[in-house]
């Protein structure tokens, strides 16, 4: 018995770069209750509060959408567990947008807790916008995504060749042996997700073992590539509609209306940034 603990403790971290991860990526039995002051991983009794001693990230397959009074997800995590989360979220959040509730789409949750609920089932009481993000694609497909992307050196996203020649000129993260590969991949996969490449990147290169302490990364930074959060300090909020600057061409593509049309009335994020030199797509 004394000898099983570090082989485990291998297993999480050697494999910390991927969603193999265990601790990094956990299973829904494997969160910390909402109730808890402690817990071995991820929380510490501190007291009267409670420390999150580290990020977790909670990756789970949409199997079942219902849409009564608010948004309710039937997810499946990496070991097949069915569980139900509630969400507490506008028409078009910070980081989500209904229209990605789809059937076989992955959920992201970042530091969630256990929720006992009035019906006696347990799962997720999602109130915080931020830390939820889906990504448009299903679980085994993302997982080969973000393999590719944590590949060194670089390798091609269609075939896994170690030779590469050219990138998305879109997104930048994706690479390819040719254009055979590079048109073949758009089809398969990349044009559900080039838009959400650099969330994805961002992600599993994150510094998990970092205590938030009063600063959680959610997805509204892990959506701003790394020097513009090095150079501002802190992460001006994305566009109310949920796409990228560089996905919209006019007012006219943005579905929101009045003064959330981010064109007409935007956001920090879509101006021109103050510090570096910097200028917005969207304006200039």
Not at 97 to 120: K, T, W
Not at 121 to 145: A, H, W
Request: proline residues 6%; contains cysteine.
């Amino acid at each position: 018995e004394g000898e099983d603990e570090p082989t485990a403790k291998v297993d999480c971290l050697c494999s910390a770069m991927s969603f193999d991860s265990t601790i990094n990526f956990p299973a829904f039995e494997q969160l910390p209750d909402e109730d808890d002051f402690s817990h071995p991983s991820y929380l510490a009794d501190v007291g009267d509060c409670c420390l999150l001693l580290r990020h977790w990230c909670l990756m789970a397959e949409i199997v079942e959408v219902s849409m009564v009074i608010r948004p309710r997800l039937t997810l499946r995590d990496r070991l097949g567990k069915l569980f139900n989360m509630h969400m507490h979220v506008t028409h078009s959040t910070s980081t989500s947008r209904l229209d990605d509730m789809q059937i076989g789409n992955v959920v992201a949750v970042m530091c969630p807790e256990q929720h006992s609920f009035m019906d006696y089932t347990v799962g997720i009481k999602q109130k915080q916008e931020d830390t939820l993000y889906i990504f448009r694609s299903n679980m085994s497909t993302l997982t080969k995504e973000a393999d590719s992307l944590s590949a060194s050196p670089p390798c091609c996203f269609g075939c896994g060749a170690r030779f590469v020649a050219q990138s998305c000129k879109e997104c930048g993260l994706a690479y390819y042996c040719g254009d055979v590969c590079r048109l073949k991949h758009w089809d398969a996969i990349h044009k559900c997700l080039c838009s959400q490449m650099l969330v994805l990147h961002n992600l599993v290169q994150l510094d998990f073992d970092r205590s938030p302490g009063g600063d959680l990364a959610d997805f509204c930074e892990l959506a701003r590539p790394k020097s513009t959060l090095s150079r501002c300090g802190h992460l001006p909020r994305p566009c109310a509609c949920g796409f990228q600057e560089s996905d919209l061409a006019s007012s006219d593509d943005c579905p929101m209306l009045g003064v959330e049309n981010h064109r007409d009335f935007p956001p920090a994020a879509c101006l021109p940034e103050a510090v570096g030199g910097g200028v917005s797509r969207q304006f200039f």
